[in-house]
């Protein structure tokens, strides 16, 4: 057994407010855990890496990717009918890359083509495929003609909604991923469309959670996220219109919010020319009131996790994860929450805090050393920045 010693660094550990100065860890090489953490003087290791008086934190947890989504436009889209196994496997990989050189080492996929992200979930897993860890959804629950319904088991009652929910728990799924409302990037519908009822989602909520499972909804209108919160899911996707009553349930259930504000902003922003006009008009439509709602539920203390919608028009698996959260700050959170939200809090949610989302004795070594502190500019983390996964430095 080796280890490496890191030192000469300041040290964001994910359960501290502030970043430590002076810190190191030991990394067994061979487990990829850290074996000690503290600050002063480090014990014996076999070789040291010394990190130049930088800042390290935990790798980024993003919770809501679409990695089988093909953001060059050049292959065939999410959910299409001509996208293959294998076209969809290449796409997944090479966003897996761009995500990791990224510094995200942990994503929750919430609705992927064939499966994709179950497989390549197990391969990581066994140490067969070197990639952010991911939780997996596989195919997520709509109901008939509803929310990418394209890509989604289509179910129509509860005992439908069970059954697939079985059917995907069966096939490996780690999250159940529920479409509660209607959304911006699919044509037909509004975002304040109730879709699948609270009694479809509690169906496919109690059978995630009979398996230690969660379970998450993509809701943006608030008739469909109190439904969602009132199911029980574990997070809710999204959530442009927050009322008052909405934001009290969150905090009573302790149900997290992904705000996803980027995939709003690819389209508002950068989609001029590029995306269809109903697009762009809801997009901008929605941008104003989501930020508002975000900042809103930042300000109450409800329980945030950093998630992208990688995927979606304009919103890449590359630097997107580090611009959700400056825009995160933009709409009100402080740069503590948002460090919090890509690292413990989406842990917590994704139900792997017990091994990674924070650095200290026992988790793995996945972090990224960054030039400056982002609790004085969280914009810090969108510039280079090394990147190692369960101690292994991202090249
Ligand atoms: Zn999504």
Same mark, same amino acid.
């Given at each position: 057994?080796?280890?490496?010693?890191?030192?000469?660094?300041?040290?964001?550990?994910?359960?501290?407010?502030?970043?430590?100065?002076?810190?190191?860890?030991?990394?067994?090489?061979?487990?990829?855990?850290?074996?000690?953490? $503290?600050?002063?003087? @480090?014990?014996?290791?076999?070789?040291?890496?010394?990190?130049?008086?930088?800042?390290?934190?935990? *790798?980024?947890?993003?919770?809501?990717?679409?990695?089988?989504?093909?953001?060059?436009?050049?292959?065939?889209?999410?959910?299409?009918?001509?996208?293959?196994?294998?076209?969809?496997?290449?796409?997944?990989?090479?966003?897996?890359?761009?995500?990791?050189?990224?510094?995200?080492?942990?994503?929750?996929?919430?609705?992927?083509?064939?499966? +994709?992200?179950?497989?390549?979930? !197990?391969?990581?897993? *066994?140490?067969?495929?070197?990639?952010?860890?991911? #939780?997996?959804?596989?195919?997520?629950? @709509?109901?008939?003609?509803?929310?990418? #319904?394209?890509?989604?088991?289509?179910?129509?009652?509860?005992?439908?909604?069970?059954?697939?929910?079985?059917?995907?728990?069966?096939? *490996?799924?780690?999250?159940?991923?529920?479409?509660?409302?209607?959304?911006?990037?699919?044509?037909?519908?509004?975002?304040?469309?109730?879709?699948?009822? =609270?009694?479809?989602?509690?169906?496919?909520?109690?059978?995630?959670?009979?398996?230690?499972?969660?379970?998450? @909804?993509?809701?943006?209108?608030?008739? $469909?996220?109190?439904?969602?919160?009132?199911? $029980?899911?574990?997070?809710?996707?999204?959530?442009?219109?927050?009322?008052?009553?909405?934001?009290?349930?969150?905090?009573?259930?302790?149900?997290?919010?992904?705000?996803?504000?980027?995939?709003? &902003?690819?389209?508002?922003?950068?989609?001029?020319?590029? +995306?269809?006009?109903?697009?762009?008009?809801?997009?901008?439509? +929605?941008?104003? @009131?989501?930020?508002?709602?975000?900042?809103?539920?930042?300000?109450?203390?409800?329980?945030?996790?950093?998630?992208?919608?990688?995927?979606?028009?304009?919103?890449?698996?590359?630097?997107?994860?580090?611009?959700? %959260?400056?825009?995160?700050?933009?709409?009100? #959170?402080?740069?503590?929450?948002?460090?919090?939200?890509?690292?413990?809090?989406?842990?917590?949610? %994704?139900?792997?805090?017990? =091994? &990674?989302?924070?650095?200290?004795?026992?988790? &793995?070594?996945?972090?990224?050393?960054?030039?400056?502190?982002?609790?004085?500019?969280?914009? %810090?983390?969108?510039?280079?920045?090394?990147?190692? !996964?369960?101690? +292994?430095?991202?090249?």
């Amino acid at each position: 057994m080796t280890k490496t010693l890191y030192k000469n660094f300041s040290l964001f550990d994910g359960n501290k407010d502030h970043f430590e100065a002076n810190a190191y860890f030991v990394v067994d090489d061979e487990t990829g855990k850290i074996t000690e953490a $503290g600050t002063g003087l @480090a014990a014996e290791a076999d070789q040291t890496v010394d990190l130049g008086n930088k800042y390290v934190m935990p *790798g980024m947890i993003n919770a809501h990717t679409h990695i089988t989504s093909d953001v060059s436009g050049k292959l065939d889209p999410l959910g299409s009918p001509k996208l293959t196994p294998v076209v969809a496997t290449k796409i997944a990989l090479d966003n897996l890359s761009d995500l990791l050189k990224h510094g995200v080492t942990y994503i929750r996929d919430v609705g992927a083509d064939f499966d +994709v992200d179950i497989q390549l979930s !197990k391969l990581e897993k *066994g140490g067969n495929l070197f990639a952010p860890g991911i #939780c997996a959804s596989g195919r997520p629950l @709509a109901m008939t003609g509803g929310h990418f #319904c394209t890509l989604s088991y289509e179910v129509d009652s509860p005992d439908e909604a069970r059954k697939a929910a079985r059917q995907a728990l069966k096939n *490996g799924a780690d999250n159940i991923k529920l479409m509660a409302t209607g959304g911006v990037s699919f044509g037909g519908e509004s975002p304040d469309d109730v879709q699948l009822t =609270e009694e479809e989602l509690r169906a496919a909520v109690i059978e995630a959670h009979h398996k230690g499972r969660t379970a998450n @909804a993509h809701a943006q209108g608030t008739e $469909g996220i109190k439904n969602a919160v009132r199911a $029980g899911v574990d997070s809710v996707e999204h959530a442009f219109y927050l009322d008052d009553e909405a934001i009290q349930m969150f905090l009573d259930s302790g149900t997290f919010i992904v705000p996803t504000l980027i995939a709003v &902003y690819g389209i508002s922003d950068r989609g001029e020319g590029q +995306v269809p006009d109903f697009m762009l008009d809801v997009a901008r439509e +929605v941008k104003k @009131a989501h930020m508002e709602s975000i900042g809103r539920a930042a300000e109450a203390g409800v329980k945030l996790a950093m998630g992208t919608d990688a995927g979606t028009p304009n919103n890449d698996f590359k630097n997107d994860s580090a611009f959700e %959260l400056q825009l995160m700050v933009e709409a009100g #959170c402080t740069p503590l929450q948002t460090l919090q939200s890509a690292t413990i809090n989406g842990a917590q949610l %994704l139900k792997i805090d017990h =091994e &990674y989302g924070t650095l200290e004795e026992g988790k &793995y070594a996945d972090f990224i050393v960054l030039n400056g502190n982002p609790l004085d500019d969280i914009k %810090l983390v969108q510039q280079e920045k090394r990147v190692f !996964k369960k101690g +292994v430095e991202v090249k």
